[in-house]
């Protein structure tokens, strides 16, 4: 039993996971669900991304935990330091995308930690209020879920705003990943549904809800090679669903 904070894809038969119940991220074989590594942190983990297929990077607090993936093993990168409480995390164009929340601001990092780029002062944002999913669409650009003001926000590399998506569906948006530069899915938490969002057309539809099994929903993760697409709630649970997308 855990609570997962997040999870992505590594190969088509592994992914990592940030277990916030036992402070640890995990090293999981796709097919059966076995640990094959892991590696135990002294905080809670929180939301991570690939920077490639070799390192990932997880937030805990106001902490980047590097951590290096290797023969199917997890072991313990370098560490950054950045300016606030680290919600949301992705990676574009070489460097970090990142959301802090209490007070929400994103910044742009490069690797070594040095700020690239900013969008509002801590304090005193003009766009968000809980922005704590990220992810990079296929062109580089980033979308923020906001679970407070239920809204999906687009903006390019640089964090200029280029898109804001609303719908009566989206009720505390959370996981969110970018399937094509068109197809994006969404974790709509509270109503218990998994969402498509289309920006070419403004649209939002939901393709997965309660009936189907979705509670909760709270991370996501997609392998593009096999079509497979990774759905875990936000209690405690031992269960991860896998769709196959057709």
């Known amino acids: 039993m855990c609570q ?11 992914l990592i996971v940030s277990n916030i119940t ?11 669900g076995r640990v094959l590594s892991q590696v135990q942190l002294q905080d809670r983990p929180g939301r991570m991304c690939l920077t490639d297929r070799t390192t990932a990077a997880v937030t805990k607090g106001d902490k980047i935990q590097m951590i290096q993936i290797k023969d199917r093993s997890l072991t313990i990168g370098n560490k950054l330091t950045v300016r606030g409480n680290v919600y949301g ?3 574009s164009k070489n460097s970090l995308v ?26 005193s944002s003009q766009h ?6 990220m992810c990079t669409t296929p062109d580089g650009s980033v979308l923020i879920s906001d679970t407070n003001t ?43 549904r998994l969402l498509l969002l289309q920006p070419s057309t403004n ?6 809800e309660e009936d189907d099994g979705i509670y909760n929903p709270h991370s996501l993760a997609y392998c593009p090679g ?11 649970t031992d269960t991860i669903k896998v769709y196959k997308i057709m």
């Open 22 to 32: 036992n402070k640890c991220v995990q090293l999981m074989d796709s097919r059966n």
């Open 89 to 91: 995390i992705t990676f």
């Open 226 to 236: 096999q079509k497979r697409l990774y759905i875990a709630p936000s209690y405690l």
């Open 150 to 192: 239920n809204k999906i926000t687009k903006v390019d590399a640089s964090l200029n705003i280029l898109q804001t998506f609303t719908s009566p569906l989206l009720q505390d948006p959370r996981g969110i990943i970018s399937v094509t530069k068109d197809q994006i899915l969404v974790c709509s938490n509270r109503n218990h």
């Open 203 to 208: 649209t939002v539809t939901t393709l997965l």
């Open 128 to 133: 968000f209020m809980f922005p704590w999913f």
């Open 4 to 14: 997962i904070a997040d999870m992505t894809v590594v190969t088509p038969d592994t």
């Open 98 to 123: 990142v959301s802090y929340g209490k007070p929400p601001w994103l910044q742009v990092i490069s690797m070594d930690g040095k700020v690239l780029q900013q969008l509002d002062q801590p304090g």
